[in-house]
């Protein structure tokens, strides 16, 4: 008995269509936040230096009273008195831990902002008169 071609274990499958190819990933991420976020990345670990030296890690601490300074990585549409690039000073305390693309940031609400920083201004200033 001849046999056809769907019984033939030699013949070749039909090819698949030809896929689309995918759009190059970029390294930055696509996240829009809502409101008046901010993303912050802190520059520490949480790890301080007393006046004489010594390593105070950040599990000996209480919960601290003390502002810090972090850089602003993304905005939310509702923000107005920062931009991505700019310096907050905030309490720690306020704001969620987030995790992007393996950075630990802090995800803040703009009330929470106690003053802010531009890139532009200068670190060094001229003394003051004093009286």
Do not use: C, H
């Amino acid at each position: 008995m001849p046999r056809t071609k769907a019984q033939d274990p030699a013949a070749k499958p039909a090819k698949a269509p030809a896929r689309k190819p995918r759009a190059k990933r970029t390294s930055e991420p696509k996240i829009r936040l809502t409101g008046d976020r901010l993303v912050v990345r802190t520059p520490d670990n949480g790890e301080r230096k007393s006046a004489g030296g010594l390593l105070i890690p950040a599990t000996a601490m209480p919960a601290p009273k003390r502002l810090q300074w972090g850089d602003v990585a993304l905005i939310g549409p509702e923000v107005r008195v920062a931009k991505a690039g700019d310096r907050v000073l905030f309490l720690p305390q306020a704001g969620l831990e987030v995790e992007l693309d393996g950075d630990e940031l802090l995800l803040l609400r703009e009330r929470d902002v106690q003053a802010v920083r531009s890139p532009g201004e200068d670190t060094e200033r001229a003394p003051g008169q004093y009286l």
